[in-house]
């Protein structure tokens, strides 16, 4: 049901856009009750959230085909959704592997090359027996799991080097060991820069980030979102707003690449002409709502206080209809913190 705050205006807006759904993607790294609680999700909640899926008889689809299916706008009316795995964890062998093929999904695994076979992650074999299995597709998450955006006090000869080594190296390894060759990466930590994702374009690749929110027509192909599904974010009662999000219809291009030059940052959106700008909701990470200033068409939001972390985010809603809601995130990078 939509709030009851919402003017006859919002209500006639909403109308006004086109029924249409977009691409869902959720994003996990282990399945298991016992490692680090911020990149678990607990395994009676990853059945439930399989369990929920089917329930509202979401259609579960291969990474790579659905999205190429929601930037060209070809999804219409039908939600779909994609599963992926960032790591290569050894849990998603052992726990998430087994509950996947019992429900028939098809997954992605991102994988960082240097650390197959080391203890908790997967060996080279399992994911040779994963990449035969149906549905399921072994792509590039970078050779060492490095950060990728240029660092302050490095030179762009050093980065470049840095980071091509790093992305060509793990594509490499698949193809030479497993035969596979997706043109799809998932960004490490969820950091990119304009420069990593130029190169990331000019390898033809999908660039996926860990920011919330649904593939629609209008996403940027080098900084599609996901939903991160840990524990802290994954659980149910938010689960279906998430499953059943569009994304927000702006140009995603027009964003900015998210290295923060002044702290707070500030994000500004231009809203199409059937939306009421002042219905849009944003919440800065850790600080909750922030106010938003508002002329025509466009609303520019800044939280009220400076982030003492290297990544956050501002993440904003509008009302869909019918109990859905258009969803943006926007991931922040502050050099200036020490990286993880």
């Not at 080594?165 to 594509?171: E, K, N, R, T, Y």
């Not at 059943?244 to 809203?271: C, H, Y």
Request: glycine fraction near 6%; proline fraction near 6%; hydrophobic fraction near 35%.
């Amino acid at each position: 049901m939509l709030s009851r705050y919402l003017t006859t205006a919002s209500l006639l807006a909403i109308a006004a856009l086109p029924a249409r759904a977009d691409l869902v993607v959720l994003q996990y790294h282990h399945v298991s009750d016992q490692t680090p609680a911020s990149t678990s999700t607990e395994v009676d909640l990853f059945r439930k959230q399989l369990e929920r899926i089917q329930q509202l008889e979401l259609e579960v689809v291969p990474l790579d085909s659905a999205t190429k299916a929601a930037l060209a706008g070809e999804l219409k009316d039908q939600q779909q959704v994609a599963i992926t795995f960032d790591d290569a964890y050894e849990s998603v062998w052992s726990t998430a592997m087994p509950m996947l093929e019992e429900s028939g999904y098809p997954y992605t695994i991102f994988v960082n090359t240097r650390a197959v076979g080391s203890e908790g992650y997967m060996t080279w074999d399992q994911l040779a027996q994963a990449s035969q299995q149906p549905g399921v597709v072994i792509a590039n998450h970078s050779h060492d799991h490095g950060h990728l955006p240029q660092r302050p006090e490095e030179t762009r000869e050093h980065w470049r080097r840095r980071v091509t080594d790093s992305l060509d190296q793990a594509q490499s390894m698949l193809q030479d060991r497993l035969g596979v060759n997706e043109p799809m990466f998932a960004y490490p930590y969820g950091e990119y820069d304009a420069g990593v994702e130029t190169l990331v374009e000019e390898r033809e690749w999908f660039g996926y980030g860990q920011q919330s929110g649904a593939i629609g027509a209008d996403s940027d192909p080098g900084r599609l979102p996901r939903f991160p599904m840990a524990t802290a974010y994954g659980q149910l009662e938010s689960l279906d707003n998430k499953l059943r999000s569009r994304a927000l219809p702006v140009d995603f291009s027009k964003l900015p690449d998210g290295i923060v030059a002044d702290n707070p940052p500030r994000l500004t959106l231009t809203l199409p002409e059937e939306l009421n700008a002042s219905a849009l909701t944003c919440f800065a990470s850790g600080q909750g709502r922030i106010p938003a200033d508002i002329e025509g068409q466009t609303v520019s939001v800044q939280a009220p206080e400076a982030f003492d972390t290297r990544r956050f985010r501002y993440n904003c809603t509008y009302p869909a209809g019918q109990g859905r809601f258009y969803w943006l995130s926007q991931q922040w990078v502050d050099l200036s913190q020490p990286e993880d």
